[in-house]
């Protein structure tokens, strides 16, 4: 499939690439003159990955995501849920490194999952001391050695996945031959995709970043690059817009803006009209961020004027960052966080106008109001 860029009529976008970009670069000053900046930007990270989610057509419940990344499951995670969690680990390493990190060949290696990982080659083995003169021996030796040597790769690649998982970096890539035909489709070539994708990137050069963003996107979603990721195309299309300098202080949650779009305007037949819901859902992500930003602003200003009179060996201020920073805290993430008791944590919460989730006994939550 190739994706022509020359169909698209620039003319009817630029009003709302212009509204895009002001309502993005309005929230991203917000956001760096906020005294609760890293608080809120977590906040984003699971907004963002609960909404790509819904997207895609999969249902996951913030708290659930929530605990899941505290390692406080209350249940089995389901595999929407290790998605969702990929997608708010990904916005992290995205944020944590360079704007364009994303876009070198380690960077795009390590989201696409296939950073190969330094593995400690295998010590040699021993010859026998003495040699035998029989055909069949050596006939046996060699299938031994076969059977020996697929037995270490198997049990490498082994430790290789489960030390990804134990600490969360990329999974060790899987040779093309060894992907089960159920699992991935062997017709798929995501490489020959990809690098479609990097020509459309290529031509798009002198347009504006919000524009090309919007463009990029949708080409991503048309040319389908990856078979099992469509949500990465969304993560780059936001570190596009930190590297454009039009957010340089987060990482934009277009995906909850996408929630505001119709499905029809954004899967249209119209190259233009899809170009250009993507652009109403920039505008809807900034207005959205804004709004959570004022409303969290005005429930920290609240609770922090409980704060007076307290002594300064107070738990309450680190609670207070701590529930900006997560849409649902339990009893359980305010004792490993803060170092306190469980009832020092109930106690604690107790002090602050939070609204409470569960409404259980063993297991209780809360919620900024």
């Given amino acids: 499939m190739i994706y022509d860029i020359s169909d698209v009529q620039i003319e009817k976008l630029l009003i709302a690439a212009a509204r895009a970009g002001e309502a993005l670069a309005r929230l991203d000053e917000r956001i760096d003159r906020s005294p609760m900046k890293h608080g809120f930007i977590e906040r984003q990270d699971f907004t963002d990955a609960i909404s790509s989610m819904?997207?895609?057509?999969?249902?996951?419940?913030?708290?659930?995501?929530?605990?899941?990344?505290?390692?406080?499951?209350?249940?089995?995670?389901?595999?929407?849920?290790?998605?969702?969690?990929?997608?708010?680990?990904?916005?992290?390493?995205?944020f944590s490194n360079a704007p364009g990190w994303a876009f070198t060949a380690p960077g795009l290696s390590r989201l696409r999952g296939r950073a190969s990982l330094a593995e400690e080659p295998a010590p040699p083995r021993q010859a026998p001391d003495h040699s035998r003169d029989e055909d069949t021996d050596a006939e046996e030796e060699t299938s031994l050695d076969g059977a020996f040597s697929e037995l270490d790769a198997l049990l490498a690649r082994s430790a290789a996945t489960l030390d990804a998982i134990t600490t969360g970096s990329a999974?060790?890539?899987?040779?093309?031959?060894?992907?089960?035909?159920?699992?991935?489709?062997?017709?798929?070539?995501?490489?020959?995709?990809?690098?479609?994708?990097?020509?459309?990137?290529?031509?798009?050069?002198?347009?504006?970043?919000?524009?090309?963003?919007?463009?990029?996107?949708?080409?991503?979603?048309?040319?389908?690059?990856?078979?099992?990721?469509?949500?990465?195309?969304?993560?780059?299309?936001?570190?596009?817009?930190?590297?454009?300098?039009?957010?340089?202080?987060?990482?934009?949650?277009?995906?909850?803006?996408?929630r505001a779009v119709p499905r029809e305007r954004r899967h249209a037949r119209n190259q233009t009209q899809r170009v250009l819901a993507l652009l109403d859902s920039f505008y809807e992500a900034a207005q959205a961020g804004?709004?959570?930003?004022?409303?969290?602003?005005?429930?920290?200003?609240r609770m922090m004027r409980k704060l007076a009179g307290r002594r300064s060996s107070s738990r309450l201020p680190e609670l207070v960052e701590l529930v900006v920073s997560r849409p649902v805290v339990s009893a359980a993430m305010i004792v490993k966080e803060l170092g306190t008791t469980p009832q020092g944590a109930i106690g604690l919460a107790n002090q602050l106008e939070l609204r409470e989730v569960t409404g259980r006994g063993r297991f209780r939550a809360w919620g900024m109001l």
């Fill in 171 to 258: 999974l060790p890539p899987m040779h093309r031959e060894e992907s089960h035909a159920i699992i991935n489709e062997p017709d798929w070539d995501e490489d020959e995709r990809l690098k479609e994708w990097w020509d459309v990137h290529a031509r798009t050069e002198e347009l504006p970043a919000i524009l090309r963003t919007a463009i990029l996107l949708d080409a991503w979603n048309m040319i389908e690059v990856l078979q099992r990721s469509p949500w990465l195309g969304r993560l780059l299309a936001s570190a596009f817009l930190r590297d454009g300098a039009v957010t340089p202080d987060h990482l934009p949650a277009l995906s909850a803006g996408l």
């Fill in 290 to 301: 804004m709004k959570e930003h004022d409303r969290l602003t005005h429930a920290r200003e």
């Fill in 54 to 94: 819904w997207v895609d057509g999969e249902l996951v419940h913030m708290e659930d995501l929530v605990l899941h990344d505290a390692h406080m499951d209350v249940r089995a995670p389901t595999h929407e849920m290790t998605a969702a969690h990929r997608i708010l680990r990904s916005r992290r390493l995205i």
